[in-house]
């Protein structure tokens, strides 16, 4: 039987509390204080599809776009604020788009969801038959914060 005699630590004890902090040191070192507390204010965004992926020039091109927020304040009531660029690679400015809200007014809830944007008069910029070209896409929300940014599939403009 182990037992306390004056200021000795029995073996047994000793080796079950060192251990124990083995242990202990193990799991809590696991735990990283980089990952953030609660949902992702920044929204992000992935680009599902483009289609079709050849077209006559000036025929409309849809891109459906996944997004995710943690805070839901993407989109706005004012069909004149453009929250969201899409950007042809043959141009150096992008074109802005109107995105309604996507969660009800006055809330903060994550959201996570689709939708599609119409890109129309896609046109040929040079003399030649046939142009290839993507779009790169990024979201703005309420606050301010920009989405990351994503690229089409590659489509194929003809005259």
Do not use: W
């Not at 509390?17 to 949902?39: E, K, M, N, R, Y």
């Not at 992000?44 to 943690?70: L, M, R």
């Not at 839901?72 to 690679?89: A, I, Q, R």
């Amino acid at each position: 039987m182990n037992t306390y005699s004056g200021n000795k630590i029995n073996r047994p004890s000793l080796t079950v509390v060192f251990l124990l902090g083995i242990v202990f040191t193990q799991f809590f070192s696991c735990a990283s204080t980089d990952d953030p507390i609660g949902p992702d204010v920044v929204p992000k965004i992935k680009i599902i599809s483009i289609s079709p992926q050849t077209i006559q020039q000036f025929q409309p091109v849809e891109i459906t776009v996944e997004y995710e927020d943690g805070d839901g304040n993407l989109g706005e009531e004012n069909p004149d604020t453009k929250t969201l660029s899409v950007k042809d690679s043959r141009l150096p400015e992008p074109d802005m788009y109107h995105i309604p809200p996507l969660s009800p007014p006055d809330t903060e809830v994550p959201i996570k969801g689709t939708f599609k944007v119409t890109v129309r008069n896609v046109f040929l910029f040079g003399n030649g038959d046939s142009e290839q070209l993507f779009f790169t896409l990024q979201l703005k929300d309420k606050s301010g914060n920009s989405s990351n940014s994503e690229q089409t599939q590659t489509i194929t403009v003809n005259r």
